[in-house]
């Protein structure tokens, strides 16, 4: 069995204080987030290795900086 | 001789991206969008063009300096109103790099910086178009050739269109509303009485504080060649 | 015997220090052991989300800064008046709880939080004590009104001159609370308990009550019975015997809203009904804050779940999306099903809404809400159907025992 390298599981949380439904974290992550009728986002917080970098770049993008992507506890 | 053309050239092509930068910057935070031009794309603009003023304000200023014919030093370019060169109107040049380097600097750090912190800063970056603005009116030694005048008032249309839009948001308090409108009908008059009498009269270089040396001297005939 | 809280307590007015102190004998001096015995007794809050309190205490005391001791009595839930009565009638005991708390986890300032009503006695009551060395010092202030203002991070904000309204948490307040420093928040009745459990010990606690929830309780029993008003209940008890201390009821009951307006609409005939929350579990319901309302037969539940969802939707903080755009629109479908004008497809929006709005917002009042509403749905199943056919019963308009007060916004909701 080969040795994996142990990634730390992080987890992708919206601020709902902070989030004014911008929107942007869905277009730029659709696998994770989608948005409800009012415009403010659901988020799926799991994110696997493959969505690591489209998940910092969406929590980069948010106007009101409400995603976080954190380490989960 | 290349490098005074060079200043000049960046000059206004920061202005067209500061103008930009507005109009994006308003786009934004009225969430204007599409299906082909999604919110993050007009965010991911804004961010851009924003860097790219910053590369071509360094250009600016940087062949400023390098450049002899004006007598302006490195804290010239930071510190307003204390350059021998058209003190006040360069000054205000400084003073607009100030803003956008702290604007630029807080975005960048924007996730340490606080969301506070940035949005207080970031509401300064309104001052930043119309410093420079009436800076490259003041220093500016092309004001009077027609491409200039088109190109400031194309900059200053878009501008104005821009913030009234962004004021007839219902978000806007009406203090602000009514503040923000008193002070563009202000500016209008202000640069409608002073912009013929001033930057687009005769002598206005010497008007300006262009030292002494400078004025009619061989620098000057170029310059005097190249307005209509 | 349960009069422990409300032992003594006279036909009127408040009991003054020196009675007080013939009742309860003097506190002992306070210090790290209450936190202890605070945990040996298993008193848990009695604001309603019944955290173990000597775990808090725990927590507050082990932080880096100085901590504070906060005593809520801001009461939101206007069915709830056991907190307004403990200050007003037995303030010396919400103040001695206070005090060895503050002892105990090393504060030496409290923040009492109660109605604007019971500030003054409670002043008075303040200036009663000596202020001894090592004795914390107690300031009182007016809670602000509203349903989520009762909220912990909400007293926090209001205490600190901001708008009352909830944060997201973590941090919590035990880490992060009051100016930044670790702040035990307690339930007014919580820190009461705290003030006999250091007198009396945790053993004497534990002598009411059930093994896994201690001691006694007071619960606001009102609506259909013939005496409502705060009774102090060991807790496990039957809602029969609660029923049977407040003299019966004064008509057949329909239903019981138990744990308050984010609580649970109950069968009143269910075996084996007791405030208990593993009881309570099985029917979709906590203890919560000992909220009891009695619906009567002539009332009818459809419109007083319609006119509670709308009262609820106003009271939104109104700092996050889904519930400030999801708790009106969903109080207005409920409204559409009890005035038989609902549109195609309402059944299926209540249903989807009502999930969209959970674990969305930054308190428990989204949660709360879809609580009392599936609860509804599924116990007035019958009647909303009824409603949604053939539109408002005679019923609709008998009045209302719910207590509504509309006007006491928190925020400003969009």
New interface residues.
Partial sequence: MSARPEVAHEELAV??????????CA??LPERVRL?E???P?VDGTIPPALREHAVRAA??C???ALKLRRAR | MALWYLTRAAGAVTLVLLTLTLVLGVLNVERVASARFPRFVIDGWHRTISLLACVLLALHVGTTLLDGYAPVRIVDAVVPFISAYRPLWLGLGALALDLLVAVAVTSLLRARVGIRAWRAVHWAAYACWPLAFVHGLGTGSDVRAGWVTWLALGCAVAVVVAIVARLADRDVTPGVRAGALTALVAAAIGLGTWLPAGPMAKGWAKKAGTPAALLGGRHATTARRTHR | MTERLLAGLPADGPIGLVAHEALHGPVPAGGPSLIEAVTASGLRGRGGAGFPSGVKMAAVAGGRRRPVVVVNGTEGEPMSAKDRVLMERVPHLVLDGAAAAAQAVGAREVLVCAPPEVVAPLHRAVAERDRRRGTPRVTVHAAARGYVAGEETAVLAHLEGRPPLPRVTPPLPAQRGYRGRPTLVLNAETIAHVGLIARHGAGWFREAGTASRPGTMLVTLSGAVRRPGVYEVPVGTTIEELVADAAGTVEPLRALLVGGYFGAWVDPDAAGLALDDTVLRAHGAAVGAGVVVALGASTCPVAETARLATYLATQSAGQCGPCVNGLPAIATVVGRFATARTERGDGERLTRWIELVKRRGACAHPDGFARMLETAFGLFREDFHEHARTGPCARCHAGSVLHLPVGDRVGAAA
């Fill in positions: 601020d709902p204080i902070a989030c004014v439904g911008h929107g942007l277009e730029l409800d009012w415009g403010y659901i980069k993008a106007p009101a900086m």
